[in-house]
């Protein structure tokens, strides 16, 4: 059995994400005429067209576009392999993917990535924010951080810390409009909803043996929680929302957390990865570095979070 072409496929796969030669040849430090002599090697031995080239543009082959993701993969593999077997033996170095939400990310991210950056300099990180659910494998991410129950997977998944949420209102609001005592009074205000997939997704709360469920109903419905904070400082309504978006708000009074003696069903942070256990070095340092810092950070904010819900004032 013939051994697999990998320079082949590596400079296939550099070219289709590139969309050039030329591309191609200066990612991975090849001459343009090794790069296209590799895929043209690469095409003969496989009997098919990878690439439509013409004098201007380059572009998959239906073949190719049906090819790719596996090519993509069995480079990753080789490159992760390499990288493992060097182990701590070269300074970390190369290209990271990481996907977050959008809040989450420019609220927390910060900090843990400039403290990586700074011990690994020749780490280049591109960071993808985003509310949209993403697919890892299928758009090159390395590490995705994501908040939410985590369905059946093949992802590999390490759950970093609870993410503390609470129901919100400005206290001009509450003296307008009254301060709801069950969540079922709920239904006589305006509950701004807050979600990623559908309008219509219901409360859950709970308290010891009770539970009650309730569907906003306000004027508003949005997939990010920052454009709503405003909102509920100027009392348009009420919302549930995490601590880390609603955080400043909640630290200066301009909002106050109600129904404090009941609970929400617990949002986790959590760190994905593409199945594959070989990763480059880099990419397991951040991994543990996002799990560290992140999981510190998300104690602090549960810790602040359980003394603001049980402060005498709001008792």
């Not at 320079?7 to 343009?32: H, I, N, P």
């Not at 049906?66 to 182990?87: C, F, N, P, S």
């Not at 549930?240 to 129904?259: N, R, T």
């Amino acid at each position: 059995m013939a051994l697999p072409d990998y320079e082949g496929w590596a400079c296939f796969v550099a070219v289709a994400d590139g969309g050039s030669f030329t591309a191609a040849a200066a990612a991975l430090g090849l001459s343009k005429a090794s790069v296209s002599k590799a895929v043209t090697r690469l095409e003969a031995s496989l009997g098919i067209t990878l690439l439509h080239r013409s004098s201007r543009v380059v572009a998959v082959s239906t073949a190719g576009a049906g090819l790719l993701d596996e090519a993509r993969a069995m480079v990753a593999a080789a490159t992760a392999a390499t990288e493992a077997a060097r182990g701590d033996r070269v300074d970390l170095a190369g290209p990271i993917r990481l996907a977050a939400p959008m809040s989450f990310g420019i609220k927390v991210l910060g900090p843990p990535l400039a403290a990586f950056l700074d011990r690994h300099p020749a780490v280049e990180i591109e960071v993808l924010l985003s509310d949209a659910r993403n697919d890892p494998v299928a758009e090159g991410i390395d590490l995705t951080l994501r908040i939410s129950p985590l369905a059946d997977s093949s992802l590999l998944a390490r759950t970093i810390a609870p993410v503390a949420a609470s129901v919100i209102a400005s206290p001009a609001y509450l003296e307008k409009h009254g301060e709801p005592r069950h969540p079922l009074d709920l239904a006589g205000h305006r509950l701004i909803g807050y979600g990623h997939r559908q309008r219509a997704m219901p409360l859950h709360f709970r308290r010891k043996d009770e539970e009650a469920t309730v569907l906003p109903t306000g004027p508003l419905f949005a997939n990010n929680g920052d454009v709503m904070v405003p909102l509920i400082v100027a009392g348009v309504g009420i919302a549930v929302l995490p601590d880390f978006i609603a955080a400043e708000a909640l630290a200066s009074g301009a909002v106050v957390p109600i129904l404090t003696d009941w609970s929400l069903p617990q949002s986790h942070l959590h760190l994905l990865s593409p199945p594959s256990r070989l990763r480059p070095a880099r990419v397991r340092a951040l991994s543990d570095h996002l799990v560290d810092t992140l999981k510190m950070s998300c104690s602090g904010a549960h810790d602040r979070h359980l003394a603001l819900h049980h402060s005498p004032e709001r008792a």
